[in-house]
């Protein structure tokens, strides 16, 4: 008689950081190109985002600068991300220190 398999443990977290999800829309500035687009963000953690475009692609390795949404009464901050990795119209982006950027 044989015994069912008996599922294994969940593959670990590849990430350095946990993500939270975050439902907002950013814009996003494709720096070498000058483009400007609008974006949603999907999640965010402590080294970077990710993000769904609608009508315009974003290189591998391309630098973008994101503005975050307002909180509370707060300006939108802006920061500077690497393009690390696409799936159709979702991105994963790296956050880069001020000497990266």
Same mark, same amino acid.
């Given at each position: *008689? /044989?015994?069912?398999?008996?599922?294994?443990?969940?593959?670990?977290?590849?990430?350095?950081?946990? +993500?939270?999800?975050?439902?907002? $829309?950013?814009?996003?500035?494709? *720096?070498?190109?000058?483009?400007?687009?609008?974006?949603?963000?999907?999640? *965010?953690?402590?080294? =970077?985002?990710?993000?769904?475009?609608? =009508?315009?692609?974003?290189?591998?390795?391309?630098?973008?600068?994101?503005?975050?949404? +307002?909180?509370?009464?707060? $300006?939108?901050?802006?920061?500077?991300?690497?393009?690390?990795?696409?799936?159709?119209?979702?991105? =994963?982006?790296?956050?880069?220190?001020? /000497?990266?950027?």
């Amino acid at each position: *008689m /044989h015994s069912a398999a008996k599922p294994g443990p969940p593959f670990p977290q590849q990430r350095r950081f946990p +993500r939270s999800p975050v439902k907002a $829309p950013a814009e996003i500035r494709i *720096m070498g190109r000058g483009v400007n687009a609008t974006a949603f963000l999907i999640d *965010m953690s402590e080294g =970077g985002l990710a993000v769904a475009t609608l =009508g315009i692609y974003l290189d591998v390795g391309e630098v973008v600068s994101v503005e975050l949404p +307002r909180i509370a009464q707060e $300006p939108p901050t802006a920061v500077s991300a690497e393009v690390r990795y696409n799936r159709g119209a979702r991105y =994963g982006l790296m956050f880069l220190t001020d /000497h990266q950027a």
